[in-house]
C-alpha cells in the first residue's frame, strides 16, 4: 500500500470513527430525553437503563454507519482540498480514480460486514431491548409469563380475528372470536371459548356461530371445529408484537408470506425488508457521491464546506425517511422507497465523477 493510500485512509477513519461516536451520543442524548418520563413513572433503576441503551447500541450504529461514512468521506477529501494536499497529490500522480478507487475498497466490505451486523446482531439486540422495556418499564407481563395481551388481527381478506389471551408455549388462545366482513356489512360471528393449535390445523372449542347473511339470525353451535383453512400460523401470532427491526431478512421475508397466503396487507413490512438490503449497501454509493463531490474546490474555507456536508447528511437522511414514509403509506412501491436515494445520489455521483478534474 502506498504512503498516501495509508495517509488517506488514516485521515478517513479519524473521521468515521468521530462522526460515528458523534452519531451514537446524539442519538442516544434525544432518545433519553423522549423517554426520561417514562423511566422516572417506573422507577426504573439505572443498570435497568444503561442495559437499555446498550441494547439499543447495535441499531443506532446501524442506522448511523451511512451517514458516518458520508461525513467522513466529504471530511476526508475536503480537508486535502483546502490544504491544497489534494492538488500536489495529483501533482504527483496520485489521481482522483485511485483515491475513488481506494475509499471503495473501505466501503465494499463496510457495507457487506454492516448487511452481516444487521442480519445478526441488531435483531437479537432489538427483541431484547423490547422485552426489558415492557418489563421493566411499562410493566407488563408477556415476556415472563410467554403470554400475550389481547390480540386483534386480520387471517383472511375478509376475517378478522380477536382473542383475549394468547399462550405462546401451549399455541392456544381464551375468549375468541372471528368477524367475516362483506362491503362493510358483518356476515357472521363467531366465537368461542378457546382456540388451539392441533395437527397443524386451528380448532375451535366449544362454538357458536351467528350467521347475519339472511333475513333471519342463525345460530348454530359445535364443541369441536376444525378451520383448516386459517393459515395463519403459532409463530405468526408469537411475532403479533414483533417490530421489523426485530427479525432478519429470512424471518421477515417468511412472515410476509404467511400474511399475503391469509390475505393480509403486508405494505409496511415488504418496505422494510427492502431497506435491509439499501441501507447497508447506501455505504457505496455514498462515497462514489462524497469523493467527487469533495474535490470541487470552492470559496468560503473550511466553514463553509463543514455546512454543505452537514447539509448533505440532513438531504441524504431525508431521502431515506421520507421513501420509507411514502413506502408506508403505499403512494410508492417498496423497491423505490428503499432505493430512491440511492438511486438519486449515485446518479449525482457519477455525474460529478465525470465533471470534477482527475
Known sequence: MKLLDRYLLRRFFQFFFFALLAGVVIFVTVDSTEHLDKFIDARAPYHVILQYYYLYLPYIIYLTLPVSVLLATLFAVGGLVYRNELMAMQSAGYSLWHMLGVLLGVAVPLSAATLLFGESVVPAANHQRKLLYLTEVKKAQISTSTKQGRLYIQVGPNEFLKMESYDTESSSGDRVSLHTFSDGRLLRRMT?????????????????????????????????????????????????????????????????????????????????????????????????????????????????????????????????????????????GPEIAAWSGNVVFGLLGLYLVIRVPK
Do not use: H
Request: a positive charge; hydrophobic letters at 50%; aromatic letters at 12%.
Open 192 to 332: 368461542a371459548d378457546r382456540i388451539r393449535f392441533s395437527g397443524g390445523v386451528w380448532v375451535l372449542d366449544r362454538v357458536q356461530i351467528r350467521d347475519f347473511g339472511s333475513a333471519t339470525l342463525a345460530v348454530t353451535r359445535a364443541d369441536s371445529l376444525p378451520r383448516p383453512d386459517l393459515t395463519i400460523t403459532p409463530d405468526d401470532l408469537a411475532n403479533v408484537r414483533v417490530e421489523p427491526e426485530e427479525l432478519n431478512y429470512v424471518d421477515l421475508r417468511s412472515m410476509i408470506e404467511r400474511l399475503r397466503n391469509s390475505g393480509v396487507r403486508a405494505g409496511k413490512w415488504v418496505v422494510d425488508l427492502a431497506f435491509k438490503i439499501s441501507q447497508p449497501f447506501a455505504s457505496v454509493i455514498i462515497v462514489i457521491f462524497g469523493v467527487p463531490f469533495a474535490a470541487f474546490r470552492r470559496r468560503g474555507g473550511l466553514v463553509l464546506g463543514f455546512g454543505l456536508s452537514l447539509l448533505v447528511c440532513f438531504i441524504f437522511f431525508g431521502f431515506m425517511q421520507v421513501g420509507k414514509i411514502l413506502g408506508y403509506q403505499g403512494y410508492i
